[in-house]
Every structure is written in C-alpha cells, then in structure tokens.
C-alpha cells in the first residue's frame, strides 16, 4: 500500500523559513515523481513544486527562488525547503507521488496526474 506522511509543517512569521518532509513506502521510490501542493479552503489545490526520479525539479512561479525540492533516495523522503515565507503561502500542503511520466514543465505540477496522496500538514504565515 502506498503511503505518503508529511511533516514540518507550522505556525511561523513572515520571512521566516520551513522544511517540510514526505516519508513514502510501499512503493519503489526510484521510479516515482513526488509532487508537492497546496490548498486554501475555497481554492483549488495548486502545484508548488515536484521532482522527478531523475533528479529534475520543477517549481510553481510564485515559489522560484523561495523554494527548494530535493529528494533522499536512501531515506524515500522528499524534502521542501521554504524560505522568506509570506503569508500567501498560508495553506494546507500536500505531498503526491506519481509513477513518473514525461511531459512538459508545468505539467508535472498538475494536481490531477498524480494517483497518490498524503494527508497533509498545515502551515500558517503571520504577518
């Protein structure tokens, strides 16, 4: 069974920085593209960040330069470091993992190709 388990997430002020974790199993890790999103009440879920079996990252415009995906091969964990947060970024964040696929840049952060989902883990910007 596939299992996806965020954590990280937290009440922290504008400008301040989180590192959000997904810890995966039951399914082989090499081969899954781990996307990150997130979503406010009222809102679609959004694309933030996702990397590929490869290595290759990919990064929603409102986090390039604030955000860095990297993922540990040894721990089957995908890491989101979040730096100068604003509290836009409020939200409920979600980890995804998909089989990993082809396709153009932003396709690899839409919500609807990913099969498998954690619970999520809340994070709160203050102003």
């Known amino acids: 069974e596939v299992q996806l388990v965020e954590s990280g997430g937290g009440l922290v002020q504008a400008g301040g920085s989180l590192r959000l974790s997904c810890a995966s199993s039951g399914f082989t890790f090499d081969d899954y593209a781990i996307g990150w999103f997130r979503q406010v009440p009222g809102k679609e879920r959004e694309g933030v960040s996702s990397?590929?079996?490869?290595?290759?990252?990919y990064y929603a415009d409102s986090v390039k330069g604030r955000f860095t995906i990297s993922r540990d091969k040894a721990k089957n964990t995908v890491y989101l470091q979040m730096n100068s947060l604003k509290p836009e970024d409020t939200a409920v964040y979600y980890c995804?993992?998909?089989?990993?696929?082809?396709?153009?840049?932003?396709?690899?952060?839409?919500?609807?190709?990913?099969?498998?989902w954690g619970q999520g883990t809340q994070v709160t910007v203050s102003s």
């Open positions: 990397i590929s079996s490869d290595g290759s990252t």
């Open positions: 995804a993992a998909q089989e990993d696929f082809s396709g153009n840049y932003y396709s690899h952060l839409l919500a609807y190709i990913y099969d498998h």
